[in-house]
């Protein structure tokens, strides 16, 4: 007999502390969003986010004893938890207090943190009962269904990895939703607004700097572009490509597809929905919050120029933009061949947009970010912000895996010619993303040397070992995953991660003379063609510019041995 | 936490203090610029010294 609970559930949603070195700055939509299904389900529903609830503890993480007590107060039905990869070492702390102070919950997992790799975070993550594979708003409201049924047959729910003994099984893919207008504003009431309120400022541009009461919002799902270090879901469907291929994409691109089919819900890698919904999402946080700058953290708002025309219109028209500034992210491809879009977001009160730059080499922007950008495209999205008086914002990164000291220099010329200081991330390969899946083997066996002596066939050991092993190395390079400022795993082909860090410093303070003797050092040493510049640097190389100096002045004196004294000229002597 | 029903049992840290009350003074644009190129770029910031960069920047040399 199936007992149906009369009442709706009681759901938890737990946020994790994430970049605890500044303060929180953006709401959890996730749990906000699915707080309000809960709530439009009747539901009792909280959520305990620890990210904000740490500036109760001086910024750090929340005491775990804390949290035992706060979750051990309510007989939850529902636990569930999200983050992006990084909350990954978080979360496998928190998952066993969770478990018992909530025994009775399903207790489910959701987001970047464990949809690239279900399967094997439910192996490292033994508390949990199941994961919600990618975009959750539909899988989540089917699965909130059969719990308050408590019917619990879970197998029929699309979208699900659920722990099957020592094992897991994938229900269908699950279709992405076809209208975003359907999803619902996060349950505002339920995010500790004040908290963030308090750390609204952050220094993107002038006004979100003096900013007293910045919200942010997550519109955009997907982009259209294909990075290859990117591991957001939507963006090319890469992830459910590779679950459901069991690591054979091509094979799980077809299940992929037929799923759309089958739903109806072939649609464009990037998503929004109407700008009419946008619009009145920031009216809901003016009335409710009187905010004053809004974050608008979607991937990329310049590559849908309709979509940005429509919104910055409708955002004059109902005369927001004198009273709510924003920024946003966009890329270098869509403004630089569309350039009049940034004065129209500028008129439409964006402050800022952030870029991912990346490289200002070709051949590593063709060849390893796959952004389809050039350097042309760089320096033309920069010469119109500059133009429009936005503040330029850009990412960089080294340690992409085809490049070599040429193409680093590339990237620090463009930063000298600009004028520009940057400090670059170093190239991370998150789970998820495609450059994850091209070197996941060399990726473990930075986090394992048996491995490398396994593949070397110096060893003989049975699969069973290696997956375990391969299982422990994956725990480890997760669990050190962090921001990309510091080292964790490195594709590069040509540099170790110490050499990383010497680049890096060296690039940051432009510091081109130490980098390039440095790298003649290293290909003597090495005879490696990677360390070997061309000729192009020789006026920033000391040794190559000297050896010039050089070759003149010898050139000079054998003239001089050669020339009778009067025919000299006299500035000729005075240099030698 | 913070709920849409009313809790058994309220926050033991809900008095504790979270932070700054008093919101940082506001800069002016000539400030704001000083302070980013002081804080450096960590990361993700290109921070333009911006005496010069007017000079050295023209979309027409493209």
């Known amino acids: 007999m199936i007992l149906v609970q009369q009442n709706g559930l009681k759901v938890l949603l737990i946020v994790p502390e994430i970049r605890l070195d500044s303060g929180p700055q953006y709401f959890p939509f996730w749990a906000g969003i699915l707080a309000s299904i809960v709530q439009q389900k009747n539901g009792d529903v909280g959520i305990l986010d620890l990210n904000a609830l740490r500036m109760k503890f001086d910024g750090k993480k929340v005491p775990i004893e804390v949290i035992e007590e706060e979750i051990a107060a309510e007989n939850w039905d529902f636990v569930g938890i999200g983050g992006l990869t990084t909350t990954y070492s978080r979360i496998k702390e928190l998952a066993p207090i969770i478990r018992k102070s909530a025994p009775n919950a399903l207790f489910v997992g959701g987001g970047g ?266 320096q033309k999205t920069l010469d119109t912000i500059k133009k429009s008086n936005l503040t330029p914002l850009s990412t960089f990164m080294i340690g992409n895996q085809h490049e070599n000291i040429d193409d680093l220099m590339e990237t620090v010329d463009f930063w000298i010619q600009n004028n520009a200081e940057i400090d670059p991330f170093i190239c991370t390969p998150y789970v998820g993303s495609p450059i994850f899946y091209n070197n996941k083997d060399r990726i473990l066996e930075q986090y394992d040397p048996k491995l490398t002596m396994i593949r070397n066939g110096l060893y003989q050991i049975n699969d069973e070992i290696i997956k375990d092993l391969k299982l422990k190395a994956l725990d480890k390079f997760m669990t050190e995953c962090g921001d990309a400022f510091e080292y964790t795993a490195t594709i590069s082909e040509y540099f170790t991660v110490p050499e990383l860090f010497a680049i890096k410093h060296f690039m940051h303070t432009q510091d081109t003379r130490r980098l390039l003797q440095w790298a003649h050092q290293r290909y003597d040493e090495t005879k490696k063609d990677y360390w070997m510049h061309s000729e192009k640097w020789n006026h920033y190389c000391a040794i190559c510019s000297g050896k010039l100096q050089l070759d003149n002045i010898q050139l000079d004196n054998t003239q001089l041995d050669n020339t009778p004294l009067d025919t000299i000229p006299l500035t000729s002597l005075q240099s030698s | 936490m913070k709920t849409n029903f009313k809790k058994i049992k309220s926050n033991s840290y809900s008095d504790k203090d979270d932070g700054p009350t008093e919101f940082k003074r506001e800069l002016s644009p000539e400030e704001f610029e000083e302070f980013i190129v002081k804080s450096g770029a960590r990361g993700s910031f290109m921070i333009y010294r911006s005496k010069n960069s007017d000079d050295e920047l023209g979309v027409d040399q493209l």
């Open chain 1, 113 to 378: 943190w464990s949809s690239y790799n279900p399967d094997e975070i439910l192996k490292l993550v033994p508390q949990l009962d199941l994961i919600v594979i990618g975009e959750g708003e539909v899988t989540f409201s089917e699965l909130y269904d059969e719990v308050k049924n408590n019917s619990n047959d879970f197998e029929k729910i699309n979208g699900l990895c659920i722990r099957d003994k020592d094992s897991c099984v994938f229900t269908k893919p699950r279709a992405l939703i076809d209208n975003l207008d359907t999803v619902p504003y996060p349950a505002y009431d339920l995010i500790e607004t004040d908290i963030y309120f308090k750390y609204s400022s952050i220094n993107q541009s002038l006004e979100s700097y003096n900013s007293k009461r910045r919200a942010s919002v997550v519109w955009e799902r997907g982009c259209p572009r294909g990075c290859t270090f990117c591991s957001h879901n939507g963006m090319s469907r890469i992830d459910l490509q590779n679950i459901y291929g069991k690591g054979d994409r091509r094979a799980g691109e077809k299940l992929v597809r037929e799923s759309d089919k089958e739903n109806d819900t072939f649609q464009m890698p990037a998503r929004w929905p109407t700008a009419q919904y946008c619009v009145d999402n920031i009216k809901l946080l003016q009335k409710k919050f009187d905010v004053d700058f809004i974050t608008v953290v979607d991937e990329n708002m310049t590559s849908n120029k309709k979509w940005t025309e429509e919104f910055c219109k409708l955002y004059i028209d109902e005369g927001l933009d004198q009273e709510i500034k924003w920024g946003t992210l966009g890329d270098a491809p869509s403004v630089a061949t569309n350039p009049s879009l940034v004065e129209t977001m500028r008129q439409a009160g964006c402050s800022y947009i952030s870029f991912g730059f990346e490289s200002a080499s070709d051949k590593v922007l063709k060849e390893d970010i796959q952004k389809g950008q050039i350097r042309a495209h760089l």
